[in-house]
Nanobody, 126 residues
Framework: QVQLVESGGGLVQAGGSLRLSCAAS????????LGWFRQAPGKEREFVAA????????DYADSVKGRFTISRDNAKNTVNLQMNSLEPDDTAVYYC???????????????????WGQGTQVSVSS
């Protein structure tokens, strides 16, 4: 059973950067496609970014495209989210997720991901 633990959240001023990491234990992530989602207070959880099993494909929500970068390190069993030019609207709890699949492509649908971390808070002040 894969367990995911996020880290790297915090408070940052608008325009700043943060790097989130998600470490897996209990299994290798090589057979998983991975994603980052976020949930702001009073809002539904939304897709942020996803990466394929191989790492060759990535996908981003329009709201973060050009500012966020998802990456994975299968040797270290981690997935990362580099967040630059942060905006107050990026304030949310960020979750990493993993989907065991033979299909390597990315997926934006949170329902397909069966493993989730506990979340890490990102707060951006104006």
């Amino acid at each position: 059973q894969v367990q995911l633990v996020e880290s790297g959240g915090g408070l940052v001023q608008a325009g700043g950067s943060l790097r989130l990491s998600c470490a897996a234990s209990g299994g290798s992530l090589t057979m998983y496609r991975l994603g980052w989602f976020r949930q702001a207070p009073g809002k539904e959880r939304e897709f942020v970014a996803a990466i394929s099993r191989s790492g060759s494909q990535s996908d981003y929500a329009d709201s973060v495209k050009g500012r966020f970068t998802i990456s994975r390190d299968n040797a270290k069993n981690t997935v990362n989210l580099q967040m630059n030019s942060l905006e107050p609207d990026d304030t949310a709890v960020y979750y990493c997720a993993a989907d065991y699949t033979v299909r390597g492509a990315t997926n934006r649908d949170s329902n397909v991901y069966e493993h989730w971390g506990q979340g890490t808070q990102v707060s951006v002040s104006s």
